[in-house]
Each structure stands twice: as structure tokens, then as C-alpha cells.
């Protein structure tokens, strides 16, 4: 087959597994080649997100010694998300599908084989699902499993347990350039693209040298990108809180007007009871009513695409 792949891998401080993940990934290359799942001008392009170790001058060595590594430098450290959709965008004017992977190799580097071959079949995304979270300590796996159930709460569509090693075809990355938004949260904008997808699963192995590049900070952005950029519902919340409030100043009122009516209040106590809850919770319709507003600025301000044409079928007479 003559699909040429473009591996593209972010890379940030990585200088103890650059070597063996270039190796690894060449080696993988040629038996996918040899399988003829990709052609034989595919490249492993890596993306230096910054790097203030020797990333950069070790890329440039391996790129020298062959011409199947290349990589691109971003300015400064501009965090894993741009620094896959800067690999993305500037491979697809070269390949027919990209592979994403990290430079850990933390992923199942095998997976590509099927990767390709749903993509042989027609898929234009392919999915990798990590099929479990042995090998994480116990804080990433708690907060791992917090977000995924606080996504799927806030209702953003995202896949449980799919990070970022998936295969996209060439349209699918044409339809990612049309994107605007710059907190970039790319699972779930990816989601957001349709065409045909399915998921594929893989073993997760730890990280065979270096340490998470992975910031705690690094991950708490990363998780309210994804919230943020992908639903209002947090604004209707707020609105949710204060229809609770008057309600609860209802029930209040019922109570309030037994107890006074018993005579066993002090007298300006039920006025100011109820006067409480109910501003509290029309403050809080309010607020959630221009949430409402900002929510949908917020949408439209991003400027999304709203429609991409997967197939068409139409013969057109001549153009005039
Ligand atoms: N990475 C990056 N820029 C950053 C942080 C990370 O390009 O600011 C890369 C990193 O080099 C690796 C990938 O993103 O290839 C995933 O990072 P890491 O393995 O440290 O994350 P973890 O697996 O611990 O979640
Ligand atoms: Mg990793």
C-alpha cells in the first residue's frame, strides 16, 4: 500500500529516551512497511515542545544519521497539546495518516499494526484505549478516574481511558486546521469532528526512563481545558443552585409561618429568615441567567467549524 504515516512525537526535557524511542520507532516502521501498511517515504517526526536539555541537538543527530527522523523545534515549552497539534498540522501536508505516541513509549507500540489496518478499512480515526491502569501509582489513578467521571458529569464526550496515541487520517487533520480555539483539549475536540472512528485496545507499560514530564499544574490545566472548553454546564450549576435556594425558602416559609403563628418566635426572625433565602437564591437565577449568556459568547467566540463534509457524490455540469 502507498500510505505514507507520519509518527508524530512530542517531546519535552525527554534527552534519556530519545534514543531508544527513535530506535524503537524506526524499527517499527520498517516492519510496518514490510507488512505494506505504509509506504516507505513515512517519517517519525518528533516535536522539541521546548526542551532546555539536549532534545534538540540529539534530534538533529539522529536526523543527520537517517533520513526517516525528523522533528520539529517550537519556540518555547508550549505544553503537550500544542506541541502534538503542531506535529499534526504540519504532517498533513505530507502524509495520509498520522500515528500520535509519547516519546515514553509508555504506549504499546504494536498497536500501530491494527492501528493501520482499521485504517486500510476505511476508519479515519482510530482510538487507543489503554485496557488497564496497573502499572499507575495511586494518585494518577484516583485523578485519572475523578476527571474521566467529572467529563462525562459535565457532559463532554470524551472516550474513558484514550489519551493521546491514536491514529488520524488526512481529512480528519484538514478538518482539525479548521479549529480556532486556543485552549486546546484535543480528545475531545477530536470527538467533536465525527467521521468513522473506532477504538483499539493496548497494553500500558511504565515509563522506561526520565520522569513525567506530566506537572501536576500541567495536569489540573489540562483537566479544566477540557471542562471548560467543552461545556456550560458548570454556569447552569449556579443556576440549578438558586432554583434549590427558593425552594428551600418555600418549605422555609411553611415552617417559618407554623412557628410564628405558635407565637414562639422572636419577633423580625421569620422576615429575615425568609428574606435571606429567597435574594440568596434569586441572586443566584440571575447570576445562572447571565452565565447563560457568557456560556454561549464563550461558544461563539471560539468560532468553530460547523460542519465537515465527509463524502460527496455529484457530478457537476461545468462551471460558468
Ligand atoms: N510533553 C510535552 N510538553 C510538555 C509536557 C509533556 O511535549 O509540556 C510530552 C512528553 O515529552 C511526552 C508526552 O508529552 O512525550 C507525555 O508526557 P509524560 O509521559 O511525561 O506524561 P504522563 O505519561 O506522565 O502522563
Ligand atoms: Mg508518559
Not at 507488512?35 to 513515512?42: H, N, T
Not at 482539525?176 to 497494553?203: H, P
Not at 441567567?289 to 457524490?313: D, H, L, N, W
Request: hydrophobic share 45%; proline share 2%.
Amino acid at each position: 500500500m502507498n500510505n505514507t504515516l507520519y509518527i508524530v512525537v512530542p517531546c519535552y526535557n525527554e534527552e534519556e529516551c530519545i534514543n531508544v524511542c527513535s530506535a524503537q520507532l524506526i524499527k517499527k516502521l520498517e516492519q510496518l512497511q514490510a507488512k505494506g501498511l505504509c509506504s516507505a517515504d513515512s517519517r517519525v517526526l518528533f516535536v522539541n515542545d521546548g526542551s532546555a536539555d539536549r532534545t534538540r541537538d540529539m534530534l538533529m543527530q539522529l536526523h543527520e544519521q537517517d533520513e526517516r527522523v525528523a522533528f520539529l523545534s517550537l519556540s518555547t515549552n508550549c505544553g503537550h497539546q500544542n506541541a502534538l497539534l503542531a506535529g499534526m498540522l504540519y504532517a498533513k501536508d505530507y502524509a495520509d495518516c498520522v500515528i500520535t505516541i509519547d516519546a515514553d513509549l509508555q504506549q504499546d507500540v504494536n498497536a500501530m499494526d491494527i492501528f493501520l489496518e482499521k485504517y486500510a478499512e476505511g476508519i479515519d480515526i482510530v482510538y487507543g484505549v489503554r485496557s488497564s491502569r496497573d502499572t499507575d501509582g495511586f494518585m494518577k489513578k484516583l485523578t485519572a478516574g475523578a476527571f474521566y467521571s467529572l467529563m462525562q458529569f459535565f457532559g463532554a464526550d470524551i472516550i474513558r481511558n484514550h489519551a493521546d496515541y491514536r491514529l488520524l487520517s488526512k481529512r480528519v487533520l484538514m478538518a482539525l486546521d479548521q479549529y480556532t480555539e486556543v485552549n486546546l483539549f484535543l480528545r475531545g475536540l477530536i470527538r467533536t469532528c465525527g467521521f468513522r472512528s473506532c477504538t483499539v485496545e493496548f497494553e500500558v507499560s511504565e515509563r522506561f526512563a526520565g520522569e513525567s514530564k506530566y506537572s501536576p499544574a500541567k495536569m489540573l490545566k489540562l483537566a479544566v481545558d477540557g471542562i471548560t472548553s467543552f461545556s456550560v454546564r458548570p454556569l447552569r450549576i449556579i443556576m440549578m443552585l438558586g432554583f434549590c435556594c427558593v425552594l428551600f425558602c418555600i418549605a422555609w416559609a411553611v415552617y417559618d409561618l407554623v412557628v410564628f403563628l405558635q407565637g414562639k418566635t422572636i419577633p423580625g426572625w421569620t422576615s429575615i429568615m425568609l428574606s435571606l433565602w429567597l435574594i440568596a437564591g434569586m441572586i443566584l437565577i440571575s447570576l445562572g441567567c447571565v452565565g447563560e449568556y457568557v456560556g454561549r459568547i464563550y461558544m461563539e467566540t471560539k468560532r468553530r467549524p460547523r460542519y465537515f463534509v465527509a463524502e460527496s457524490q455529484h457530478k457537476p455540469a461545468d462551471k460558468k
